[in-house]
């Protein structure tokens, strides 16, 4: 089945310091992987979406992720944190494979951007 | 990118009563919607996959008695908490996409129930 792991519940750095998210996917086939934030109360934002072409892909505010496939990684980057970034960031993988073509979430990772 | 409407945000009912949250897809055609339930502090479960026209395709051990969706039409879905008890107390979000194989989700803000 299709699935993505995101190792860490927490992640705290501070404001200005690089931050990293991490997401480890399993796939069947081609990977569709997507990440979200989401802040209190709120629905999902998208952020950004590998599906093919440079390993590097940029998102919305200053965000970017790398997809690795030999390590089947798509870690969440962002150069210089800022505290607004605070949120809960969702890493996803959407299942081509059937007809339903949902889309599955990790566990989600809490980030603390600290002043 | 494209909005989707999720009404109401928060509803409080009373144990027994049945609650309808919509969504609507304000911008564009969706004729595939998902319903998440959210816990605190947790992922987003997927409960089902609606088709414009269709039935909806419940997820393993969610009760689609329970959980009534309905997609009328290529704008809107909605989902109906029926006999509502304090365990449905959750936060349900919809989302959609506009279309094609590669496409992102796009998020309603979320519905928070209480049941009493």
């Known amino acids: 089945a299709q699935s993505v792991a995101q190792p860490e519940d927490q992640v705290n750095v501070a404001e200005g310091n690089p931050l990293t998210v991490k997401c480890t996917y399993s796939v069947s086939g081609n990977p569709y992987l997507f990440w979200y934030v989401q802040y209190p109360n709120r629905g999902l934002q998208f952020l950004l979406k590998?599906?093919?072409?440079?390993?590097l892909v940029k998102g919305s505010y200053g965000f970017e992720a790398e997809f690795n496939k030999s390590q089947t990684s798509f870690h969440l980057k962002k150069p210089s944190a800022l505290v607004s970034d605070s949120a809960l960031y969702f890493c996803a993988v959407r299942d081509m494979r059937n007809t339903g073509n949902q889309f599955y979430f990790g566990t989600g990772t809490s980030l603390t951007v600290i002043p | 990118g494209a909005v989707v409407s999720q009404h109401p945000s928060r509803v409080i009912c009373k144990s027994g009563t049945s609650v309808k949250i919509e969504c609507r897809s304000l911008d564009f055609q969706a004729t595939t919607m998902f319903w998440y339930r959210q816990f605190p502090k947790q992922s987003l479960m997927l409960m089902a996959t609606s088709n414009e026209g269709s039935k909806a395709t419940y997820e393993q051990g969610v009760e689609k008695d329970k959980f009534l969706i309905n997609h009328a039409s290529l704008t809107l879905s909605t989902l109906t908490v029926t006999s509502a008890h304090p365990e449905d107390s959750s936060f349900y979000i919809c989302?959609?996409?506009?279309?094609?194989?590669?496409?992102?989700?796009?998020f309603g803000e979320g519905s928070r129930l209480t049941v009493l």
């Open positions: 989302s959609a996409t506009i279309g094609g194989r590669t496409g992102e989700l796009f």
């Open positions: 590998y599906i093919t072409g440079d390993n």
